[in-house]
């Protein structure tokens, strides 16, 4: 089977703000049909809690369970959003909120640098602008499946470390929760025809670093990001 890869750089308008992005755009020639398989998932916006990808509580990545960032006052539990489509084909969405890596950004700034827990509602998701509008019929994400992975860690989402702060506790494992959310979609989608990878602000650099990984779950499918 051989694989070709190219790139393209276009600007996609995300709740009314522009996001360029390099894209490299990953083409495997083994096809696969839309009616190959239907996920198993609602086809409404539905939260996907610890306990509905996690229920035994056993998964860890590097040792750390899935998190965001604990920061006082806040809630920890990591959780993600789902709605399922009508076509072979799978929107996967990083979402942005700032980062931070020392001492003033991560607790003395903190309400201003990034989003500490999951803020994202079903309500906001169905009401949602740009490529969440799934009422707009020129939305060519419109039918298909999407899974929104919120942002709460500070760290791109790509970061899996406890830091200690002067004596606070930032969890930066956000790339534990992406692992967390892969488990979670390889066990509900048999192989997507094509999945497409994006993101604003943190979560257009966590589309380039963890785009790989999804390739590498999805060997049959087009990946484009």
Request: glycine share 8%; net charge negative; aromatic share 16%.
């Amino acid at each position: 089977m051989k694989t070709k890869v190219f790139t393209k750089v276009f600007t996609l308008f995300i709740s009314g703000v522009a996001v360029t992005l390099l894209c490299f755009i990953t083409h495997n020639s083994t096809a696969l049909a839309d009616e190959e398989y239907t996920p198993e998932i609602s086809t409404e916006w539905t939260e996907i809690t610890e306990e509905m990808y996690d229920p035994d509580g056993t998964f860890e990545y590097n040792g750390l369970t899935p998190s965001c960032s604990n920061y006082p006052g806040t809630d920890p539990e990591f959780s993600f959003f789902a709605k399922g489509g009508s076509v072979n084909k799978l929107l996967i969405y990083f979402q942005g909120g700032g980062a931070c890596w020392f001492f003033n950004m991560c607790v003395v700034m903190a309400e201003y640098t990034y989003t500490k827990s999951v803020t994202t509602t079903t309500d906001s998701l169905e009401n949602g602008y740009g490529i969440f509008n799934l009422d707009n019929p020129k939305n060519p994400f419109k039918n298909w499946s999407i899974v929104f992975v919120p942002y709460c860690t500070g760290d791109l989402h790509t970061g899996a470390n406890d830091a200690d702060y002067l004596g606070v506790e930032i969890r930066h494992r956000g790339f534990d929760n992406f692992q967390a959310v892969m488990a979670w979609i390889k066990s509900k989608f048999a192989g997507p025809k094509q999945i497409f990878v994006t993101g604003s602000s943190a979560g257009g650099w966590a589309t380039n670093w963890n785009t790989p990984f999804i390739v590498d779950a999805f060997p049959d499918s087009r990946v484009d990001f």
